[in-house]
């Protein structure tokens, strides 16, 4: 089973802004709208940037700050200038985008959020056009599924990784995004249906406590051959 795909929980009425936007307009965008983020795209649509309240609040606080003469020789003091001198998006805007598909699995969106310390990654499609948003307000509301949705997929998860009589014997407990299986199974096929388990939206671990069906025919068992006399 794979990660549930961003396309489930992205923003889809993603406010975009072109290059040519003042920062006041941008500004006034993010707070009326209730947004941290805008992609910046061409007359296409395609995705050059993104603007976030963070650079915003670098620019002003570039603009506050008087830089000594060593620092206009460094490359970041030369950066925080640019920033504090920038009136548009296209000198605002962060170039170096990260950006996922709607197919993207979650869990792969979440990672990237990290790898990268950014807040936001803009959807694309397969031409770079900006289709949504995912922010990570949107990652969290994943485990805020109803609990009923839930266990629907966690039942037809156990129906398709467990052989019929370990389904009857495992009990499943949720609390809180949290799976407990317990029960008597083939610990085989044990393994293979937590990991699945885990790939389910919402879901925030799977503690197995399951212990493994015993070998039911001792007869099977291949015996040494006693004394001939």
Known sequence: MKSTPVREIMSKDVVTIRSFVPFRRIAATMLTRGI??????????????????????????????????????????????????ATTADRLMTTALVTVTPDTGVARAAYLMERHAVTHLPVV?????????????????????????????????????????????????????????????????????????????????????MEPREREAAADEPTSPGPLF
């Not at 499943?172 to 096929?189: A, C």
């Open 36 to 85: 941290g983020a805008v992609p910046v795209v061409d007359s296409a649509g395609h995705a050059l940037g993104l603007v976030s309240r963070t650079d915003l609040i670098a620019k002003e606080a570039a603009g506050a700050g008087k830089l000594e003469l060593w620092e206009f020789l460094s490359r970041r003091g030369r950066q925080v200038q640019a920033r504090g001198e």
């Open 125 to 209: 499609d397969k031409n770079n056009i900006v289709v949504g948003i995912v922010s990570r307000s949107d990652l969290l509301r994943a485990y805020l599924r109803d609990g009923r949705e839930i266990r629907r997929e966690v039942e037809q998860v156990l129906r398709t990784s467990l052989p019929d009589d370990d389904l009857e014997s495992v009990k499943v407990h949720i609390e809180d995004g949290v799976i407990t299986l317990s029960g008597t199974v083939d610990r085989r096929f044990a393994a293979h249906a937590a990991h699945h388990l885990r790939a389910i939206r919402g879901v925030v671990d799977v503690v197995d406590v």
